[in-house]
């Protein structure tokens, strides 16, 4: 129970934090219709392309373990499966037109979907 609490916990930290990098530094909203202005790159971003479908698969996955539901955790599995291919196919395309060589270069350093916590040798 603890443990599927503190996954939980992450996963929302995660959710709550890439909306605020969404406010705060994307001039826009999750919305379509106000979306971000500027690609977001700092806060949960800096350490993951997709914090914020990272957020709900995580919170899900804590959901599935405080309730003991198998249920839930194959909708934890079928969303990322479903976002993995959107991202793919529709999302990343997208952001390369919209945000050129910048997005390009923030693709190579920052991963999909699970961070790398290794230094950095500069």
Not at 53 to 58: A, L, S
């Amino acid at each position: 129970m603890l443990t599927g609490g503190i996954i939980l916990f992450t996963g929302l930290s995660l959710m709550s934090g890439a909306i605020i990098a969404f406010i705060r530094w994307g001039n826009g909203t999750l919305a379509p219709w106000f979306p971000t202005r500027k690609l977001i790159t700092t806060g949960p971003y800096a350490l993951l392309r997709n914090p914020m479908i990272t957020g709900v698969v995580v919170t899900l996955i804590g959901e599935a373990v405080v309730i003991l539901s198998y249920s839930i955790l194959i909708w934890a599995i079928a969303f990322f499966l479903i976002n993995d291919i959107y991202f793919l196919m529709y999302e990343e395309p997208n952001l390369e037109r919209k945000f050129g060589e910048e997005y390009r270069q923030y693709k190579q350093k920052v991963p999909r979907w699970i961070p790398r916590f290794k230094k950095h040798l500069t």
